[in-house]
């Protein structure tokens, strides 16, 4: 056997399973995005670290081969310390997965949450979705806990949050246990 660690076998196969059961769950989808890719990404950098810590136990011949392995193995740090800059670059600009209601209302994000979290401590804070051809869209997920999470670790005293639910057609008071029973789409 090419690895002879039984431990890392099982790393392998676990990797491999995880990574093929996510692809066949989402592959087939158009643009599905990085968080529903998470599991390949995580298994490709568990590939990359088992690739490195065989390329210490074996003895190479060659020492050039051995050198080629290692300037290989060097290229993906290289390649994230040269795009780090771009992608900090790109953290300003308009995604067409953000959501607008509630994180460009004003000229940036956090001048636009500071005044959602300021509104939190004055009033009850309700909260709308985006009228869609579908439906409504509500991504509450996202707001619901940053405002929670300011007003805890701030200690903020903020009045209580409410959501429009389309289903009732009213306004209901967010807490996650909606989301924990599913109540709210994640």
Not at 46 to 57: E, G, N, T
Not at 167 to 175: A, D, E, Q, R, T
């Amino acid at each position: 056997a090419f690895i002879k660690n039984k431990t890392l076998r099982k790393i392998l196969l676990i990797v491999l399973i995880t990574s093929i059961i996510n692809y066949l769950s989402t592959g087939f989808l158009l643009n599905v995005g990085i968080r529903r890719n998470t599991p390949i990404i995580f298994s490709f950098y568990i590939l990359y670290v088992v690739a490195f810590y065989q390329f210490f136990k074996i003895n190479f011949k060659s020492k050039l081969i051995k050198n080629v392995l290692f300037l290989s193995l060097l290229i993906l740090p290289i390649h994230h310390l040269l795009a780090l800059p771009l992608n900090l670059d790109n953290m300003n600009k308009k995604s067409k997965y953000q959501y607008e209601l509630y994180f460009t209302s004003y000229e940036t994000p956090m001048k636009s949450i500071n005044i959602v979290i300021a509104t939190a401590q004055k009033e009850e804070l309700r909260l709308d979705c985006i009228k869609t051809k579908k439906g409504y869209h509500c991504r509450f997920n996202e707001i619901y806990p940053l405002i929670m999470g300011a007003c805890k670790w701030n200690s903020l005293s903020c009045k209580k949050v409410l959501g429009y639910d389309p289903k009732k057609n009213k306004y209901v008071p967010l807490s996650l246990k909606l989301w924990k029973n599913y109540y709210w789409e994640h």
